[in-house]
């Protein structure tokens, strides 16, 4: 079973529609969850992070943590142009494992 | 400089060469990171300095030999790669290693072509 996992497949969105990211991990003591951002051919860069169950939100961006379901999902709203990038999502407990990511491309 | 710089951006080299990449934090974290980035992969961690001292190797070959001498810089030292070795190398660092919260940044990154 893969640490952390990611559906492969690109995601379309019309633009100002809603992009939802999926990732689920297999170690149940991780104790935080991150999701970055990572342009093509550019570096990740941290978008948020959630350690409690719940929502967090920031901006037009939504995490959702279950633990008991072992998933974090992200949420990206009145999506944009410039919200096409892969998205990774990352676990830790003693360290940080990351998914494959998830590409995501928003059409004008 | 802001951030996590890294030089140089792109390297191209032989299987026979020796060369180093070079990378400098300005946030006072006190760890640093290097990992690897394949196409179609997960980023795979390769080293963790925490205050300079190397605290994981995950199984890294020789041919690849990390070096911190002070919590501000990190060099990823090369020499015989493969051509399999070819992929982004990122450096990252974060101000610790073990609280759930500690965010790691990440470096633009290094392109290595292996030729």
């Known amino acids: 079973q893969k640490e952390v996992e990611q559906n492969s497949g690109p995601l379309s969105v019309p633009e100002g529609a809603i992009a939802s990211l999926n990732c689920t991990y297999s170690?149940?003591?991780?104790?935080?969850f991150f999701w970055y951002r990572q342009y093509s051919g550019k570096s990740p860069e941290l978008i948020m992070f959630?350690?409690?169950?719940g929502d967090k939100e920031d901006g037009r961006f939504t995490a959702q943590l279950n633990k008991a379901s072992q998933y974090v999902s992200l949420l990206i709203r009145d999506s944009q142009p410039s919200d096409s990038a892969t998205y990774l999502c990352?676990?830790?407990?003693?360290?940080?494992?990351f998914g494959k990511g998830n590409q995501v491309v928003v059409i004008p | 400089e802001t951030g996590v710089t890294q030089t140089p951006r792109h390297l191209v080299m032989g299987m026979t060469n020796k060369k180093s990449l070079k990378c400098e934090q300005h946030?006072?974290?006190?760890?640093m990171y290097w990992y690897k980035q394949s196409a179609k992969k997960p980023l795979e961690l390769m080293f963790v300095?925490?205050?300079?001292?190397?605290?994981e190797n995950n199984s890294v070959p020789s041919r690849f030999s990390p070096e911190c001498p002070n919590s501000s810089h990190l060099f990823l030292h090369l020499h015989t790669l493969q051509p399999e070795d070819s992929a982004l190398y990122l450096c990252a660092s974060s101000q610790g290693t073990g609280g759930p919260t500690d965010t790691q940044y990440f470096g633009p990154g290094t392109r290595l072509t292996v030729l």
């Open positions: 300095y925490s205050l300079e001292e190397r605290v």
């Open positions: 959630i350690y409690s169950n």
């Open positions: 990352a676990v830790r407990r003693r360290r940080l494992a």
């Open positions: 170690d149940r003591g991780s104790q935080s």
């Open positions: 946030l006072g974290h006190n760890a």
